[in-house]
């Protein structure tokens, strides 16, 4: 009978454990890599160009994501929290599936630009 008992609780913990393996796997897929230097003009502004700046034009809704104004519209509309950039407004709001602009962006562009905050947030 304990022998039974022993077998099964085994039998559970390896199943948890494939689980979790799974799921860890599954989160990792699209975050790119934290520790690679990420460029605002080289990376970030073209996600804005690409995806946003239709909306987030001069003079229409902010924050203001043209080529031109993009960095200080940013910094000086407080999207950008250095001190804790996963609470940073242009990161929660691209990230999916709840950011309110998730629809245009995906993980790994909120992770890029995650880790561009991560990095200082610099108009490199
Ligand atoms: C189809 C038009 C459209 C596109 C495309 C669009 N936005 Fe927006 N965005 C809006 C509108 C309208 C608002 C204001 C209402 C709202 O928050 O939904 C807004 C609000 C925002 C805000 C302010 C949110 C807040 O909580 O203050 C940010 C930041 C933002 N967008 C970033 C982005 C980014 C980054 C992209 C590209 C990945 C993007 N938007 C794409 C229309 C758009």
Redesign the pocket.
Known sequence: MHKRKFFHVTILIIGIFVLFSCEYEKITIDVPDPTIPVSYSGEIQP??DN??A???AVGA???D?TAANSYNSLISGN?VDTLAPEQS??YT??MPPNG??SQ??SAD?AGLVLNWIKQGAKNN
Do not use: A, E, N, R
């Open positions: 996600i804005w995806y946003c239709g909306c987030h809704t902010p924050p994501l999207y407004i242009i709001c691209m309110s602009m245009y962006s562009k």
